[in-house]
């Protein structure tokens, strides 16, 4: 089993990112890479880089058609274990995000923190990202600002109405020196993890070669999926839908005892059914 090594979880906690030693195995890698090839297939009115929820099956209803095996890979018991190191031993799964870049006008995602986004109460999350290909400097690979989550701050964001951006929420100037931004360089099955506060985000990809990475999204259950909430509403340049979103308690029990793992599972006469499981 996976687990993070005690100087990979200080990394964590100390700068708010690790790229652990663990990696997806090669025959794994390329299963997935068939998948984001199906998935993109069945969303061609998508930008490849908006592919949300794609970890539910069919029509998920926030504009794209998903599939159940990237519902897989977020439930894989090495990730989660991977996940608990850094959270505790009680997970819930709450999102998915494909974002692939293709090659040569692959959209920047601007500085941003994931915080602003997302109507977890209290905010806490981990997003592991899955390297599906290789992920670097020139193909616009994430790029992290070590450090930025110490004291759980949201800095402020400015709403920016351009059609070439992954996310349409950018840090406002000042807040940060771009000069100390960490390239995460990841090779296919590698993977990242970081910080709900962290300050993060990725270049265009002007390269000759598409870049994906699968984000998983995975918060303790000591918080509360709100789901009446709506951050950012409307200005972050990706349909979600909150209020459906579905949640699965991948690990231990739900500690807030306020989750609802029933809402946007569909139900099939009098038995739910739950994509993947």
């Known amino acids: 089993m996976a687990r993070l090594s005690a100087d ?49 099956e069919g029509d998920n209803g926030e504009g794209v058609k998903g599939s159940a095996q990237f519902l897989e890979l977020a439930r894989d018991p090495e990730i989660v274990e991977l996940v608990s190191g850094v959270i505790g031993e009680d997970v819930i799964l709450w999102g998915c995000h494909v974002f692939c870049k293709p090659a040569s006008e692959g959209f920047e995602t601007p500085w941003h923190q994931d915080g602003h986004y997302w ?65 995460l360089e990841l090779q296919p099955g590698q993977m990242s993890l970081h910080d709900v506060y962290m300050i993060h985000g990725a270049r265009a990809n002007t390269s000759n070669q598409r870049r994906t990475g699968v984000a998983l999204r995975y918060m303790p259950s ?26 699965w308690l991948l690990r231990g029990v739900d500690r807030s005892g306020r989750n609802d793992f029933e809402v946007g599972h569909r139900r099939h006469g009098a038995r739910w059914w739950r994509a993947g499981g």
Not at 15 to 26: E, K, S, Y
Not at 41 to 50: F, M, Q, S, T
Not at 228 to 238: E, I, Q, W, Y
């Open 119 to 183: 109507p977890i109460r209290p905010l806490a999350n981990c997003t592991v990202w899955v390297a599906l290909e290789e992920s670097t400097k020139e193909n616009g690979c994430l790029r992290v600002i070590p450090r930025s989550h110490v004291g759980q701050v949201l800095h402020p964001h400015l709403h920016e109405d351009r059609t070439d951006l992954t996310l349409n929420q950018r840090m406002a100037d000042g807040v940060f020196d771009e000069a100390d931004a960490v390239d």
């Open 222 to 247: 000591t918080s509360v999926f709100e789901r009446d909430l709506r951050p950012a509403h409307g200005k972050t340049g990706v349909a979600v839908n909150f209020a459906q979103r579905p949640l």
């Open 8 to 56: 990979e979880v200080r990394q964590y906690e100390a700068q708010g990112w690790v790229i652990p030693q663990f990696r997806l195995p090669a025959a794994r890698v390329a299963s997935m890479r068939a998948a984001l090839d199906a998935l993109i297939a069945d969303n061609p009115g998508v930008r490849p880089e908006k592919l949300v929820s794609a970890h539910i």
